[in-house]
């Protein structure tokens, strides 16, 4: 944790069998509570912004390679496990899948991004040229190729985004 804008830093994350953060985010409702994936497969959270550590969550399903907040609800949070995602309702304590990709991404699992005006729709970004970028409109009940007209040398991003101020963009 870092209170100087990245100057100096504090380790607040530790522990015998604890294997190192892959991903941090901090919750855009309550910005007290930190999310953070050890290793690659167990959440944990602060509430006291990285005072104390609780784990919630340890997939036995696969490798959490991202994890998405939704900025109206912090209950709802989606996980990228290898070739597909998982959502939870539940502030991370279980996930359920809700797109496979049938090993596209496999090893890099998907990016995932949360458009902020309408938290229903959920990017998934495969780093496989075969899966490309797939959208939900409806919290992950259907998704939908999102390839559009992009070339196929395009179709394997290592990362994703949405413009909070123009979601459309």
Known sequence: VST??????ITRLTGPDFAPVVIVQIDPVDRQTVFAVAGANALCYSTDQGTTWQWTHDSTEGWMKDLAIDPTNDSIMYA????????????????????ISHGWGAG?????????KHPNTVYAAFQDTSGGLWKTTDGGFSWNDANG????????PSSIAIDPRNPET
């Open 108 to 116: 890099g699992g998907a990016r995932l991004a949360i458009d902020p």
């Open 4 to 9: 100087d804008g990245g100057f100096t830093w």
């Open 149 to 156: 007209n992009l070339p196929s040398a395009s179709r394997a």
């Open 80 to 99: 990228s496990e290898i070739d597909q995602v998982r959502k939870s309702t539940d502030r991370g304590t279980t996930f359920a899948p809700v797109f």
